[in-house]
């Protein structure tokens, strides 16, 4: 059992930065993929970033590349989004999921979810 929770969510302008991060409970995190989805409201969930077991690859979906990036520290169960340029578009519930699936990018393939934290882009 993994437990999974997010912070580093607030209120921010746009053009600005913030930094998610994702800690996790139980000795086994580093042997997840840990992907990152978000859903804004009356939107469904969408895929934002993934990174492999051992940090060496990533993936982001096309609306964040360039502006967004993901690493984790396995010796600290954490797992980080550094999000750089903000829009008013990024605005969402982010939530960190942990899973073995092959397809990154597809959230039903991930077995643990945490409780989500707000990310809100003024313009």
């Known amino acids: 059992q993994v437990l999974l929770v997010e912070s580093g969510g607030g209120l921010v302008q746009a053009g600005g930065s913030l930094r998610l991060s994702c800690t996790a409970s139980g000795r086994t995190f580093s042997s997840y993929v840990v992907g990152w989805f978000r859903q804004a409201p009356g939107k469904e969930r969408e895929f934002v970033a993934a990174i492999s077991r051992s940090g060496v690859s990533t993936s982001f979906a096309d609306s964040v590349k360039g502006r967004f990036t993901v690493s984790r520290d396995n010796a600290k169960n954490t797992v980080y989004l550094q999000m750089n340029n903000l829009k008013p578009e990024d605005t969402a519930v982010y939530y960190c999921?942990?899973?073995?699936?092959?397809?990154?990018?597809?959230?039903?393939?991930?077995?643990?979810w945490g409780q989500g934290t707000q990310v809100t882009v003024s313009s």
């Open positions: 999921a942990a899973g073995s699936g092959a397809i990154w990018s597809e959230g039903q393939l991930y077995n643990y």
